[in-house]
T-cell receptor
């Protein structure tokens, strides 16, 4: 099935640093969603994007819906230890109502 | 506010035994409901989704089935578990109205098959 290419696969950064990750696809998406998953728990919605070019913030998190509708990025500013986890992008492809396509995830580790 | 509950949180079952995982949603009506499986360190694979009572769509041919006997209840079942059924099972819901609504996940069930 359709895949979302998410990069990087993992990141090991120091507390206070900014983080950037992105998702790309060869297909057009109507909606982009960013989730964070802590070990042993379900993914939690961080940001939802609905329009090409949309830039949305949630605290230290900022995400953008690419102009081409084929990509999205997530930035985390001034990372803290509780930012550790796996971040997934997800999106609804045109014509696939109710079926989310997920990225492969970015594992973030933060050191003091 | 809306909440989603999954149980059990952890389950260890022998090969060949039956399975029943339950998911309920509170605080909303007529939700879309979903079952996903997540292999260790991997992304989420959609197994089933439902837009209403007794309306189930299967995404992947497999040893599992799903049922929705009530509006806010979604059940994942198997008559005979296989080793390959091990994994982390997640239930999710979304608002049915409109299109492309975000999905909200439960805390998952860790299933180990021995």
């Amino acid at each position: 099935g359709q895949q979302l290419n998410q990069s990087p696969q993992s990141m090991f950064i120091q507390e206070g640093e900014d983080v950037s990750m992105n998702c790309t696809s060869s297909s057009i998406f109507n909606t982009w969603l960013w989730y964070k998953q802590d070990p042993g728990e379900g993914p939690v919605l961080l940001i939802a994007l609905y329009k090409a070019g949309e830039l949305t913030s949630n605290g230290r998190l900022t995400a953008q819906f690419g102009i081409t509708r084929k990509d999205s990025f997530l930035n985390i500013s001034a990372s803290i230890p509780s930012d550790v986890g796996i971040y997934f992008c997800a999106g609804y492809l045109t014509g696939t109502a109710s079926k989310l396509t997920f990225g492969t995830g970015t594992r973030l580790q933060v050191t003091l | 506010s809306q909440t989603i509950h999954q149980w059990p949180a952890t389950l260890v079952q022998p090969v060949g035994s039956p399975l029943s995982l339950e998911c309920t949603v509170e605080g909303t009506s007529n939700p879309n409901l979903y079952w996903y499986r997540q292999a260790a360190g991997r992304g989420l694979q959609l197994l089933f989704y439902s837009i209403g009572i007794d309306q189930i769509s299967s995404e992947v041919p497999q040893n599992l089935s799903a049922s929705r006997p009530q509006d806010r209840q979604f059940i994942l079942s198997s008559k005979k578990l296989l080793l390959s059924d091990s994994g982390f099972y997640l239930c999710a819901w979304s608002v049915r109205a409109g299109v492309d609504q975000p999905q909200h996940f439960g805390d998952g069930t860790r299933l180990s098959i021995l």
